[in-house]
């Protein structure tokens, strides 16, 4: 029997599209930004 890690740790697996991200952060009061691997905006 195999099993992620992922899941082994108790993650669910539900992914949440970039409209739905957006939504949520903000809701939050936050302004999302895309970031590179630097962390710098794009």
Known sequence: M????SRSAGAG???ADEGEL???IEDLGR???QRDTLY???
């Open 2 to 5: 195999e099993e992620s890690i």
């Open 13 to 15: 697996g539900e992914m």
């Open 22 to 24: 957006r939504h949520i």
């Open 31 to 33: 302004r999302p930004l």
């Open 40 to 42: 710098g905006a794009v």
